[in-house]
């Protein structure tokens, strides 16, 4: 499974963003799909993660309520729609893959698209 996340951007405080995270190679609609990010000096975080049919998601806390994750298996897409962005959102995002339930440590995907930079400045 190929992952391409794209999506990331320059945005205002309190602006809003959409990621996506689109598979190709072997069918993805079995895979649990996680969004994790990295921010400068600072270790990879958990952000959200939604199972392969859409029935379960999580969410780190820093982001409940203002970021949704979700799926269009026919497209073989994930989504990460983010709302009310703070600086502290700043980092790159990444998205990963796993065969099986959703999980949030990073250490359980397999596989993991390159990244997209989201910057939230004034």
């Known amino acids: 499974v190929q992952l391409q996340a794209s999506g990331g951007g320059l945005v205002q405080p309190g602006g809003s963003l959409r990621l996506s995270c689109a598979a190709s190679?072997?069918?993805?609609?079995?895979?649990?799909v996680g969004w994790f990010r990295q921010a400068p000096g600072r270790e990879r975080e958990f952000v959200a993660a939604v199972g392969w049919d859409s029935l379960y998601t999580n969410y780190a806390d820093s982001v409940k309520g203002r970021f949704a994750i979700s799926r269009d298996n026919a497209k073989n897409t994930a989504y990460l729609q983010m709302n009310n962005l703070k600086p502290e959102d700043t980092a790159i995002y990444y998205c990963?893959?796993?065969?099986?339930?959703?999980?949030?440590?990073?250490?359980?995907?397999?596989?993991w698209g390159q990244g997209t930079q989201v910057t939230v400045s004034s």
């Open positions: 190679g072997r069918s993805s609609s079995s895979y649990a």
């Open positions: 990963a893959a796993r065969l099986g339930g959703w999980a949030r440590q990073w250490s359980e995907y397999t596989y």
